[in-house]
């Protein structure tokens, strides 16, 4: 990418050359949009959203998989041992690549200044920036969740650095509230900038006649950007504001029809929407997705030292008789098979394919706005009508009834449902301050979890600066 930025000081070191590099990049429309295309493309890194922040080290830290204690690149994870080199690796990759795109973001948004009028159209302008506005939002609001304090109680506590400018100079850390209101600022200044998004009027298609302004759900679009403002907002404990948003979102799919709920019809064909891409409001298209399953959870490959799948008696316990016509575990979990003497439920959500649903890693989903209706209603005392909310959702997983009678309990179970191998939950346990959840080796399972175990170190070289 022309602006690919080497890790300087480790971070933000730039060649004078790249001065050169920059005034090309920007001199064209088209430099405009390959550069943001190419950030788009970025986030499908191993580092970042292609493997580490969706079916990998963070599904790992919820306990998704029955981890080999031979397998050294992820078992230190599954008991929160985060001082080994490999770990320390992994954790290093994710906090510079996470960075480095930041850096390219702002140059971006900087050059959008430079040259609207000249170089840009108001559209496009417009469209730019909100889109690059909503990344610097996605990219540190993540970084928060990985590095930064458990959230709830621990507002002025100091956590990372957030960057609004391109600079060689290390940004001062932040008290987790400011550091959140800056990710919460960012994205509601998306949303004004996207307010003309072909995505309200015309669907995920998006605009006729123009490539880079079609397909809406891979990119973060008005909606996509709502729902991730409304994640946002639960994450600090705003319910107002992601009531708002999340019950925005769902009346605009009940009344339009847009990013419609998957049909039994999609996942019975023979090569099934295991992803459920039509709900997907911003996705990730990633033309090497089958290498997820190949190199991490076909069991007919790979070795009990290599391979990350469920333990069988963890999904039978997740899925009761009566969910097993659930899509989710039927496109995605219901396949098993012994390894090493263990029985394994194969998780199939990445195997590939030639479709594009087939090369997409979800990252936002129009279901999670109903969980967060559910959860605030509960919140609420109103069990009767977030039950109603959860059942209304379930219907659209192939299910109709349960034996949980708790919101609370059953939002869990959800969340442990609906977004396997997508990064959410280990989250969702965090936001919630969970001490003790469910394990990975079994049904009775559970795993305690100290305020420490949800904080990734910030890597080594970079502490001087915090």
Same mark, same amino acid.
Request: net charge negative.
């Given at each position: ?31 405009? =949009? ?23 080290? *963070? ?85 928060? =969740? ?24 290390? !940004? ?57 403002? !409304? ?83 963890? *999904? ?80 659209? =997983? ?69």
């Amino acid at each position: 990418m022309a602006l690919a930025l080497a890790s300087c000081a480790k971070w933000l070191d730039v060649q004078p050359s790249d001065q050169v590099s920059e005034e090309t990049a920007f001199s064209t429309v088209a430099g405009f =949009r390959q550069t943001l295309n190419g950030v788009y493309v970025e986030l499908n890194s191993d580092n970042l959203y292609g493997r580490a922040l969706s079916c990998g080290m *963070i599904e790992v830290l919820a306990q998704r998989y029955d981890v080999n204690e031979e397998f050294t690149r992820y078992y230190p994870f599954t008991e929160y041992d985060y001082t080994g080199a490999t770990a320390q690796d992994q954790i290093s990759g994710i906090w510079e690549n996470a960075y480095n795109l930041i850096a390219n973001i702002n140059k971006i948004l900087e050059n959008c200044e430079k040259r609207r009028g000249t170089v840009l159209s108001d559209e496009y302008y417009h469209i730019i920036k909100g889109e690059a506005l909503a990344l610097r939002a996605m990219l540190h609001f993540d970084l928060f =969740r990985l590095f930064g304090p458990v959230y709830e109680g621990n507002e002025n506590q100091i956590s990372i650095p957030y960057y609004e400018t391109f600079s060689l100079n290390v !940004a001062p850390s932040l008290q987790a509230s400011e550091f959140m209101g800056k990710v919460v600022t960012d994205l509601e200044n998306a949303l004004v900038e996207l307010k003309d998004d072909p995505v309200i009027t015309y669907g995920v298609s998006g605009k006729p006649g123009d490539a880079f302004l079609a397909y809406r759900n891979l990119r973060l679009n008005y909606y996509a950007v709502e729902a991730l403002l !409304a994640r946002a907002s639960m994450y600090i404990g705003d319910t107002q504001r992601a009531e708002e948003l999340s019950q925005n979102i769902i009346d605009k799919h009940n009344r339009t029809g847009f990013f419609p709920f998957v049909t039994d019809a999609q996942i019975t064909v023979s090569e099934p929407d295991r992803i459920f891409s039509t709900e997907v409001l911003f996705g990730l298209q990633n033309l090497n997705v089958d290498l997820l399953y190949s190199s991490l959870f076909d069991a007919s490959r790979l070795k009990p030292e290599s391979l990350l799948d469920p333990n069988a008696e963890v *999904i039978e316990s997740l899925y009761s008789l009566s969910d097993r016509d659930d899509y989710r575990y039927q496109t995605s979990l219901r396949s098993t098979a012994e390894v090493g003497r263990v029985q394994y439920s194969i998780f199939q959500k990445y195997v590939g394919g030639d479709s594009l649903y087939s090369q997409m890693i979800p990252m936002l989903r129009v279901s999670e706005m109903y969980l967060i209706k559910a959860e605030l209603q509960a919140q609420k005392g109103q069990d009767d009508e977030s039950m109603e909310t959860l059942t209304q959702f379930r219907r659209n =997983r192939g299910v109709t009834s349960t034996s949980i009678s708790s919101p609370q309990k059953l939002l869990e179970s959800e969340y442990c449902k609906e977004f396997f191998g997508e990064g959410q939950l280990f989250f969702y346990y965090k936001r919630l301050k969970r001490t003790s959840i469910p394990g990975s080796t079994g049904a009775n399972v559970t795993v305690t979890l100290s305020s420490n175990d949800y904080v990734l170190p910030i890597p080594d070289g970079e502490t001087q600066y915090n």
